[in-house]
């Protein structure tokens, strides 16, 4: 049955844009009608920007599952829910239906609620991507525990630094992971994190790996020995627990331009409408079709593209366990192939890697299937987009360029495949209910709008992003910390919500966003902080200080570059950045090591002590001429000797 809000015309886009922002109570409530609810809302928005206070649907009831699974269960049961491939090409896939998928969460949610967990309590998830981590997931919010699923790839450091602000009670894990030929011991990096986590009384292990491990008496337990004793107390259904509208959801951490990450705070049903429109009509996902997201349910995209939003909308989703190399540069398309796969959402750091092998991997492959094709989480340069849609989608699939955060919850700015018009390197048009608007460097606002709310400059124009108006999946506040979530993200513009992104618009109103303005890094489209990469290296117990910019990588969008000043010689410099490496790698985890190290013996600072930046980026980036301004240095020189030590 069609959706009677999945937007099919762009004349229905600029009708459907238009009503959301003239009336977007109405706009909101027609959608919201088509879910499931115990009880429909009192009212649809309380919000005010400067506390920041966004409430939606308040006094309505709900659980997020029964709209993810119990009605799907009902219509078409035997329907793939989730299709999940394994990182080893010759293991056997897996596919559950929703009736599978639903009966495995209820025993899960057994599981939870037999272990003494409550609505309410915080549930830390460091899984391989396997069916039970979107199991575990779905499980915490039927019993309305709210999960913080943190990425395999951080390290104990950065766990624990997550369990301790959340205040979780429980962990769930595995054993370990497979990531290509790599074998990742999961449970040991947990132990080290429980080190400093007294109030976690239970860790539940699945097993993935087979590796050993050491389970420690009264608190480690095996997700299979629970599973079977639920099923010899012979308990299937799991009643979904009612939840207020704006309960939370979910925590997710994500980087901040300063401190440690934050926790960014969704709640159950502002979050469940957004991505479940934003899937419908972005990828205008149709009946049957298979949806392969190929992010990791540790980062938002899977959150919302892989889980909630898929499966709210009935979908199939499909979950891949490896990684698009491994063993060779043609695993995705012997995915598309094998599943016969209908959306692809992928990242451009993936497309440029593959790129680097040539257009072979991909001969011979059958791709006919595919009818859309995506791309999230950083700039995608013309050369990735140009090389996507003639040899991967050969010409006739449609690319949307999707645009969002963590704190956003679902995509923003982006065309609906096929519906609205694309333009390379462009995420184009607004979503219907999303309202952006640029604003310069004091916060006053210079363009706004989409092409159909009639504000249009006739240049292109370039400018800090905001969004005007909330959105039901914009992020409620950082967990333990309201204050932050609004000197973050609501203090810069007065009543406007400040991505931290530039942008361009163009004279057709579409936007282009150009990456941070803020000491953001987007590593292969994930985020990391400057400060966070600081304070790692700072760790190492020779470095003096350090600073640390982006520069542009061919495959990764931004490199890491650090400045250190080393403290005593007795060592080869190779030896030191490895040191370093592993520093960083042991704080934050992997994916934040440095690619290069330069040793300075001073940093250009102010003479308020302000490092300055912009000019060790200009180096980092090739730059040796227009350094700007350097006479309000403290000392110009050490500029001449960091260009004469460039790597
Ligand atoms: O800089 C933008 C970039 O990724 C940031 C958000 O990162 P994260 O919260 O980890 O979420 C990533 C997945 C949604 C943004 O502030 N970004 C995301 N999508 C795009 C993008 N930059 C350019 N184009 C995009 N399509």
Redo the contacts with the bound molecule.
């Keep these: 049955m069609a959706v009677p809000y999945q937007i099919t015309s762009y004349k229905q886009y600029q009708e459907a844009y238009h009503k959301s922002v003239e009336n977007p109570e109405q706009f909101w409530a027609d959608i919201a009608d088509h879910f499931v609810w115990h009880k429909k809302w009192d009212r649809l928005l309380d919000w005010n920007f400067s506390e920041p206070k966004i409430e939606w649907f308040a006094g309505g009831k709900l659980n997020i599952t029964e709209n993810c699974l119990d009605r799907w269960v009902k219509t078409q049961p035997d329907q793939p829910a989730i299709i999940w491939e394994s990182n080893h090409p010759d293991e056997q896939h897996r596919i559950l239906s929703y009736k599978e998928l639903n009966d495995k969460v209820c025993q899960f949610s057994h599981v939870l609620k037999s272990n003494g967990v409550k609505k309410g309590d915080r549930i830390c998830i460091y899984m391989p991507m396997v069916p039970e981590l979107a199991i575990a997931v779905l499980a915490c919010a039927r019993i309305g525990a709210i999960h913080s699923v943190v990425f395999g790839g951080f390290s104990a450091q950065s766990i624990s630094d997550r369990i301790l602000d959340a205040g979780c009670s429980l962990v769930i894990t595995a054993d370990g992971c497979f990531r290509g030929n790599k074998t990742i011991p999961l449970k040991s990096v947990i132990d080290e994190a429980l080190l400093s986590c007294p109030q976690v009384e239970r860790v539940i292990v699945l097993t993935r790996t087979g590796t050993a491990v050491s389970m420690q008496k009264g608190r480690d337990i095996w997700w299979e020995d629970e599973i079977r004793k639920v099923e010899a107390e012979g308990k299937t259904d799991f009643p979904a627990e009612t939840m207020d509208a704006e309960d939370s959801l979910f925590i997710l951490y994500?980087s901040g331009s300063t401190g440690k990450p934050k926790g960014v705070v969704h709640s159950c049903a502002g979050y469940m409408v957004y991505t479940n429109y934003s899937f419908l009509n972005v990828f205008q996902y149709r009946p049957g079709e298979v949806h392969f997201c190929t992010a990791d349910i540790g980062?938002?995209?899977g959150h919302s593209y892989i889980v909630y939003g898929p499966l709210s909308a009935g979908a199939t989703s499909l979950m891949f366990e490896g990684i698009p190399t491994w063993p060779d540069a043609s695993r995705f398309w012997d995915i598309v192939e094998k599943f016969r796969v209908n959306i692809l959402y992928t990242a451009p750091t993936a497309i440029r890697s593959l790129m680097a092998f040539g257009t072979e991997p991909l001969e011979g492959k059958d791709l006919s299937s595919l009818r859309l094709l995506g791309?999230?989480?950083?700039?995608?340069n013309e050369e990735a987009w140009v090389w996507y849609h003639n040899h991967v989608g050969k010409g006739r699939c449609e690319i949307v360029?999707?645009?969002?955060?963590?704190?956003t919850g679902g995509i923003m700015i982006s065309n609906l495949g096929g519906v609205t018009p694309a333009k390379p390197t462009f995420?184009t048009l607004p979503l219907p209910g999303i309202q952006p608007m640029l604003v310069d460097e004091k916060g006053e606002i210079i363009a706004g709008g989409d092409a159909s709310a009639g504000i249009l400059p006739e240049n292109t124009i370039s400018g800090n992003l905001c969004i005007k108006f909330p959105w039901p999946s914009a992020i409620r506040t950082t967990w333990g910390d309201h204050e932050r979530c609004r000197t973050n993200y609501f203090s810069a513009c007065e009543n406007l919500y400040f991505?931290?992104?530039g942008c361009l618009r163009d004279s057709n109103g579409f936007y282009r966003?150009t990456?941070?303005v803020d000491d953001v890094l987007?590593v292969s489209?994930?985020?990391i902080g400057t400060a966070e990469v600081e304070n790692a290296i700072n760790m190492h117990s020779n470095v003096v200080e350090s600073a640390v910019v982006g520069y542009p990588h061919d495959i990764k969008g931004q490199g890491i570059y650090a400045y250190v000043i080393f403290r005593g010689h007795e060592e080869s410099e190779m030896h030191i950045r490895q040191d370093i490496v592993a520093t960083v790698s042991r704080i934050i985890g992997a994916i934040a090591k440095p690619d290069k190290i330069q040793f300075v013996s001073g940093l250009p600072k102010t003479r308020s002590g302000k490092i300055m930046r912009r000019i060790l980026r200009k180096i980092a980036e090739g730059e040796t001429e227009n350094l700007g301004d350097t006479t309000t240095l403290l000392d110009p020189s050490v500029v001449e000797e960091i260009l004469r030590g460039r790597l």
């Design positions: 994500t980062w938002i995209t791309t999230v989480g950083e700039p995608i360029d999707t645009w969002w955060q963590t704190e995420a991505t931290g992104d966003i990456g941070r987007n489209g994930h985020r």
